[in-house]
């Protein structure tokens, strides 16, 4: 089995930063995709941010400029900056990965418990 584990949310003002990590241990041989998805109260939960080890990534488009999503393969770990945070980025982060588990050619979607992002105005 996989865990992910997140940590780095929190309260902070808008116009404010914080970054996000994700840490992922188990039975792993490799993770293709990583990222981050997230829900806000009253919607549904939306990608923010993925990335593939080789570095192919994909955001949407309401936070392009501001986020900036990395990864370190060694680590098993990814990660999320995120600049010029707004009211509206206010949700509960999840993070995400695709992983090939080790002695076996399965590939199963794992997801963390979440972390909580709130941003005042």
């Known amino acids: 089995q996989v865990q992910l584990v997140e940590s780095g949310g929190g309260l902070v003002q808008a116009g404010g930063s914080l970054r996000l990590s994700c840490a992922a241990s188990?039975?792993?041989?490799?993770?293709?995709?990583m990222g981050w998805y997230r829900q806000a109260p009253g919607k549904q939960r939306e990608l923010v941010a993925t990335?593939?080890?080789?570095?192919?990534?994909n955001s949407a488009n309401s936070v392009k400029g501001r986020f900036t999503i990395s990864r370190d393969n060694a680590k098993n770990t990814v990660y999320l900056q995120m600049n010029s945070l707004e009211p509206d980025d206010t949700a509960l982060y999840y993070c995400?990965?695709?992983?090939?588990?080790?002695?076996?050619?399965?590939?199963?979607?794992?997801w963390g418990q979440g972390t909580q992002v709130t941003v005042s105005s």
């Open positions: 188990g039975s792993i041989f490799i993770i293709n995709s």
């Open positions: 990335t593939t080890r080789n570095g192919v990534t």
């Open positions: 995400y990965a695709n992983v090939v588990g080790r002695g076996s050619s399965y590939i199963d979607d794992y």
